[in-house]
């Protein structure tokens, strides 16, 4: 490696995806009053998915989660943050335009890994992706019920669509999501 | 799990550390002209590891390494960021005494893993922490570099002490400090 070319091509990479710390999600921190990026929400959830994995409802490979879940929310930088209560078809395709634009920065070996492992977090339908996926939704879904369902109130979510929508932690978690569905049954009531 | 009792410490724990997307590094962002926070710091630095896991010098456990860039920046909640090249003995104690109180949340037997994991990245003596130490010192240094050294003016640090401070790097990914160490030449020339 006496060029360092490869290397530089990785580090554009890291530089381009230092983009997400300016995406801006919907939910607010729990600690402050503010809206959370989506670079803080992916630290945040790849530690919850370490914490939480005696919880997935079937065998997973955990550091493939992890790293699942620090890439999946890379492609807002080309699409910007969608509340997942109103994501259409013209939004997969848009994503999987800016997941193969930004992990096509990559050399290629990796670029393919990182798509391929995209894709499936996208999919959910592996054991690791519905965990992963479970994690994604529980994380926004407490910072909600801890300021009393806000957002969902500011978007005119319903309580039905919030329960139909986040069942989907029931895929990934069983009993992640009957503790979720006990707590939003006693904020609905 | 009839009444939830573990998992809402383990929750209490994910709420806890969300405190660190409150804490302000020296350094800027590469894409935006603003201080990070530590959590922004934790997910570049975890999935920096992944991309650039080729250049760790000795075989490593990528999954640890991982684990431990997340959690290595909890302890600065109660300590607050202190510019590296300013850390002195009392630091340590204080860092120490944070980690107890913080993982100490978490039910015993993830406790005890998490602060012996955050004292292994401290002590740099294993493969995995001399890695992690090396993507953990490469960053900002980068980041650094990208502004001209902007933040090292700021501080009033000089061209030798940050070759002194960042030739670490060379511990954990020795052609990672090859390309740094030029870059840092070119750039105090």
């Known amino acids: 490696m006496r060029d360092f070319e490869r290397l530089e091509v990785q580090l554009s990479f890291i530089k381009e995806v230092d983009r997400i710390k300016s995406i801006f999600r919907k939910s607010k921190l729990f600690s402050a009053e503010r809206h959370e990026n989506d670079a803080e929400?992916?630290?945040?959830?790849?530690?919850?998915?370490?914490?939480?994995?005696?919880?997935?409802?079937?065998?997973?490979?955990?550091?493939?989660?992890?790293?699942?879940?620090?890439?999946?929310?890379?492609?807002?930088i080309d699409t910007g943050d969608t509340i997942i209560y109103k994501k259409g078809h013209g939004h997969v395709e848009a994503e999987e335009k800016a997941a193969r634009r930004i992990f096509g920065i990559l050399p290629d070996e990796q670029a393919d890994y990182f798509i391929d492992l995209w894709r499936e977090f996208e999919?959910?339908?592996?054991?690791?992706?519905?965990?992963?996926?479970a994690?994604?939704?529980?994380?926004?879904c407490l910072q909600n019920m801890h300021r009393g369902g806000e957002t969902w109130r500011e978007h005119g979510i319903k309580p039905q669509q919030v329960i139909e929508v986040n069942s989907q932690i029931g895929e990934g978690a069983p009993?992640?999501?009957?503790?979720?569905?006990r707590e939003l049954d006693t904020l609905f009531e």
Chains 1, 2 share one sequence.
């Open 41 to 76: 929400h992916s630290w945040h959830i790849a530690l919850m998915a370490i914490i939480l994995q005696e919880y997935a409802g079937r065998p997973i490979d955990i550091s493939r989660v992890v790293t699942m879940l620090l890439i999946h929310d890379i492609v807002e």
């Open 123 to 133: 999919a959910r339908e592996s054991n690791d992706a519905r965990y992963a996926a």
């Open 135 to 140: 994690i994604d939704r529980i994380q926004p």
């Open 175 to 181: 009993d992640l999501w009957k503790y979720v569905k």
